[in-house]
């Protein structure tokens, strides 16, 4: 077997150092990368200044077997990576005609003039293979240099990720004959990840030397992926998959999907597969959950609408919660949440609603009830469920966990496929 | 005036690498040491491993005077930065009682029993200035070492934050005597970058050569930072603050802020400032405009509820569009957003409103109406004014820009102070 290639990144801007953009590129390849099985072993950020990107093409090809490089690109004059390349090849620039055409296209596209500077980006350095951008006008270049590959890829991420899913992964596992590899993904929502590793350490030490696990951990969830190695024998994916039950066994309901989804995918898939309509009643969330629910293209098959209600008036009016309840009880309670969830449900004329009420914070936080108290609810056409959850690590990452958690009770309350919510 | 330091920044552990957290940090530290006028030349992640991690050193110091790393000082075995720089300055572990002390008084805050490997954090290099950790477990280190400045800081970047801020930065200014620099910050929304640099580009170019003008792009606004050294000459500010009439000659209406404040917290101050109250009326955003008016704190000062009208059902009924409004001009259109805004603000009681509906995408467009297009209201008691724009780089950021779009809509259209909206 092919002993797995290193890789580094190396990120080019001045607008990374000054902190003007956070370098989200480097993330996505070294997820992507790790798919393949190739390590990255270092990522570096340079400015545009030509002596401190060619220092860190130096150090990189002395660390990895492919380097991979992103910005740099455009057609101004700060964007010099590829007259840098050109150089340190020692080679140079020629028409490409493929890529001009490919320019042509986009332009043609947006109905825009082409200018000079443009037809300038389809130039490039004779030894490269130009790999093609169809979503912008850089192309991008492959080197192959005294046993090292070099990547060059445009530094705006829709551009970037195009280009290396397209083109750059595929060529990287021909080139490397990297071995198949299989991930299977396995989601989870509700367990600390610490809580989670004790759940499943035994399961975990018990996979064979070519599978090994991952923890990728968000608020309130954890992805879990297992990733196989090729070993020689048969159906390595159907050998994953098969130690899949005992792992549902230790985590139970807390797996809400088993593809690479978001937890409001997977509820939206529940409720479509249902034919059940949806609706919320927000207040400290503020029209979160309705943004998450609606941040899932397709959405409008099951999402029908939200009534945000911030002020107790508004509680009141469009809501029907009682004002002797508020009055008794305060918006932040048992009482209120589950009036909004049916209230929603009965006003947006939804098979099921959700309702979410507390303290995001900083303000507004009292001995009985302080910052981070949240009351969330279900309610379908048989039953109302009320939950009550703590959680205080500021208003943002707040009004997040408690989405979070207002979804994940959506998931675990929702009736089985053949037993609708509906009257 | 002394020479202004170089600096680097090293984040340190394989979860960067293996692209399982984007690093946020960098472009933190970037920014906060820009601020002080000393320049980020290279940003580099490396492994938890030990010969990585001193060969990053190494080079580091090489080539910057205060080398800043993040990360790898937890509690656990996978995190030996400070094992790895005590053997690095050729040092040993010594207990630090003030140290210990504030590891305590974390766990006696948060109730919960200290374990060895707690105690095991107030070990620290006997060479290294301790930088205390008012906000977790584990202390940073300030190290100077043949003259180049080494400064450790742990990778959660909440508790990095407070101790950059409050130790780190001061002392860098001291250290290097840092000149004092200034900075006047105004955001732009509106206005693309490069359509802003050629607004003001006489301005910019008249700008004393003690002053620098940083465009800092976000999704349809832009933020200028102008940074003043100090030149022997006396009031610097002042100096400053007096090129700003001339700015906001070219740049009119297109500011929101002379402060660092996102748009949402800018329009909340109007309102307040006006003692207006707020709802809004949501098809295509989903809640994401009340969430963005939510997300600032103490915005139930002015915020009343939200509808959201994913559902023509619910546009009717709750909002009250006509039927016959949406049959002849579909819900994408003037006359049901205009409708919209004046339905919300009637049914939430609030003294102005705003609304939207468009087309998200990637599904839903027409030749007529592509993916893209967006049509906005505000309406107060006095007037209902609606708008249309086209904006197309995928679901999410088209929501996110007609958010931000209604937000200026709203801002623009507000009655001056002293002429209430309300009846």
């Given at each position: 077997m092919p002993k797995l290639p290193n890789a580094e990144i190396i990120t080019i801007g001045d607008e990374l150092l000054y902190g003007?953009?956070?370098?989200?590129n480097s993330a996505f390849l070294g997820q992507e990368l790790g798919k393949l099985g190739i390590r990255v072993r270092q990522i570096t950020s340079v400015s545009d200044r030509a002596d401190e990107i060619v220092t860190a093409l130096d150090l990189a090809r002395t660390r990895a077997d492919v380097v991979l490089t992103t910005g740099g690109?455009?057609?101004?004059?700060?964007?010099l990576t590829k007259h840098i390349l050109t150089e340190y090849f020692g080679t140079e620039l020629v028409l490409h005609e493929a890529s001009l055409r490919d320019v042509e296209a986009i332009f043609a596209r947006f109905n825009r003039p082409m200018l000079e500077v443009n037809r300038q980006?389809?130039?490039?350095?004779?030894t490269c293979v130009p790999i093609r951008n169809l979503v912008g006008t850089a192309p991008g270049m492959w080197f192959e240099d005294r046993g090292t590959v070099f990547v060059s890829m445009p530094g705006v991420p829709f551009e970037m990720k195009r280009m290396m899913t397209d083109t750059v992964l595929p060529r990287l596992a021909r080139h490397f004959q990297v071995p198949p590899i299989e991930h299977v993904v396995v989601q989870t929502v509700g367990l600390g990840e610490s809580f989670l590793a004790e759940k499943i350490a035994d399961w975990e030490a018990a996979l064979p030397p070519n599978m090994k696990l991952a923890y990728l951990p968000s608020l309130g969830a954890v992805r879990l992926r297992l990733t196989g190695q090729a070993?020689?024998?048969?159906?390595l994916r159907g050998r994953m998959l098969a130690l899949l039950p005992a792992l549902r066994e230790k985590l139970g309901n807390h797996i809400f999907a088993e593809t690479d989804i978001p937890l409001e995918q997977a509820v939206g898939e529940l409720l479509a597969a249902r034919g059940l309509t949806i609706g919320t009643a927000e207040s400290c969330t503020g029209g979160y959950v309705a943004h998450k629910l609606t941040?899932?293209?397709?959405?409008s098959r099951y999402f029908r609408g939200s009534i945000v209600a911030y002020d107790n008036a508004v509680k009141t009016s469009l809501?029907?919660?009682?004002t002797e309840t508020l009055a008794a009880h305060g918006a932040v309670s048992e009482a209120v949440v589950r009036q909004m969830a049916e209230g929603a449900r009965q006003r947006l004329g939804t098979d099921v609603a959700l309702a979410t009420s507390g303290i995001a914070g900083p303000d507004g936080g009292t001995p009985d009830k302080p910052v981070g108290t949240f009351w969330l609810a279900y309610a379908d056409a048989h039953q109302t469920l009320a939950r009550q959850i703590s959680f205080n690590r500021g208003r943002q990452l707040n009004i997040e966990y408690a989405t979070s958690a207002v979804l994940n009770l959506l998931r675990l309350s929702l009736p089985p496929e053949n037993n609708s919510a509906a009257e």
């Open positions: 003007q953009v956070i370098d989200t690109l455009g057609p101004t004059k700060d964007d980006q389809a130039y490039l350095p004779a070993d020689g024998q048969p159906d941040s899932v293209a397709g959405s809501l029907g919660v009682g």
